[in-house]
């Protein structure tokens, strides 16, 4: 019997096809059992959104796994995950950044990361304003970060109905993101990823480009 991640693996993929993105199953709350039945259905990479989570089921999975941290990272957790991880997706501020490129010199690797902006009108959503992070740019910031990364932009759109608000949104992103491709150049900062989109709003996001979506109820149920 095909297992119901499976399945909705399947289908999702379907939906995806033809855009640009790629589907990043998105862990947090859920076992190891259900996540390995992902990884049967060929899938490496995968989200969580607490460092704790991430190092309680890292052991209990197969170690060629590239885990994906996507929620509000503190500076003091960095050493946890800074030998493994395979993309932060969560940098939302440059004292972040600070830490991470510590934590990526001692464990003697570049942590690739994604800058997330703040593009909901919710404030308790975190991220870079467009202006604070093209200030940023022109400033040269990433070149005071060798041990970083740096591999796009990620961002949360808000919890709406609204489909033209939240639109025009993640389409706000794609614009920031090529915005800094077309004017600035550093050795450590290319801008390939653009990670919008989960299961409520994806189809809006893929339609302005996106390529990642991640998706954690429409793979593994509700939590
Ligand atoms: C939980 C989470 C997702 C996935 O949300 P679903 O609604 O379950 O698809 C995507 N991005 C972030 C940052 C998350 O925390």
Known sequence: M??????????????????????LPVTKTFGPELIFEAYQAGYREFGE??????LEKK???????QWHLIGHLQSNKVKYIADFIALIQSVDSEKLLLEIEKQAK???????????????????????????????????????FPNV???????????????????????SLADLKNT??????????????????????FRLALDEGSTMVRMGTAVFGGR
């Not at 591999?151 to 939240?166: F, W």
């Open 180 to 201: 800094i491709a077309e004017n600035f150049s550093f050795p450590n900062c290319r801008m390939e990823e653009l990670s919008m989109g989960m299961s409520s709003d």
């Open 149 to 171: 990364q740096i591999k796009g932009l990620m961002g949360l759109a808000t919890y709406s109905e609204d489909e033209v608000k939240v639109r025009s949104e993640f389409r």
């Open 2 to 23: 095909v297992s119901k991640v499976k399945k909705n693996l399947g289908e999702l993929e379907k939906s995806i096809q033809g855009s640009k993105a790629r589907l």
């Open 59 to 65: 052991d209990k999975l197969p170690s060629d796994i």
């Open 106 to 144: 001692k464990a003697g690797r570049i942590i690739p990361v994604l800058l997330q902006v703040h593009i909901a009108e919710e404030e308790n959503k975190s991220g870079w304003d467009a202006h604070e992070l093209l200030d940023w740019m022109r400033q040269g910031g990433p070149s005071r």
């Open 49 to 54: 959104n607490r460092v704790q989570e991430i």
